[in-house]
Nanobody, 126 residues
Framework: VQLQASGGGSVQAGGSLRLSCVGS????????????MGWFRQAPGKEREFVAA????????SYGDSVKGRFSISRDNAKNTVFLQMNTLKPEDTAVYYC????????????????WGQGTLVTVSS
């Protein structure tokens, strides 16, 4: 499974960014829509942190406490893409953001996912 994230960049506090992640290379008999998708982040000197997850159908979402009410995860199964809309960004949101996939169709981010993409850097200045 390959996950290609994009959309990172630099923004001022209070601004917005939208991350995207395209999935490919799924095993025979499986597809993007078979997998739950998620986002994690890692700030310098800190452990990797759960940000958000969405189940296979897109009908249930879960969020880390630090981003609830500001971030929104969604997916487009027809385009093999998961999105992370980030609003009201804060300097403490600065991190490398990682896309993730898990074959548990109801995965909600409570364990480390099975597949990771490369990270995309988000920098929020005050």
């Amino acid at each position: 499974v390959q996950l290609q994230a994009s959309g990172g960049g630099s923004v001022q506090a209070g601004g917005s960014l939208r991350l995207s992640c395209v999935g490919s290379g799924f095993p025979s008999g499986f597809s993007f829509s078979s997998y739950s998708m998620g986002w994690f982040r890692q700030a310098p000197g800190k452990e990797r942190e759960f940000v958000a997850a969405v189940i296979w159908a897109g009908t249930r979402r879960s969020y880390g406490d630090s981003v609830k009410g500001r971030f929104s995860i969604s997916r487009d199964n027809a385009k093999n893409t998961v999105f992370l809309q980030m609003n009201t960004l804060k300097p403490e949101d600065t991190a490398v953001y990682y896309c993730a996939a898990d074959p548990n169709p109801y995965y909600e981010g409570t364990m480390s996912p099975s597949f990771w993409g490369q990270g995309t850097l988000v920098t929020v200045s005050s």
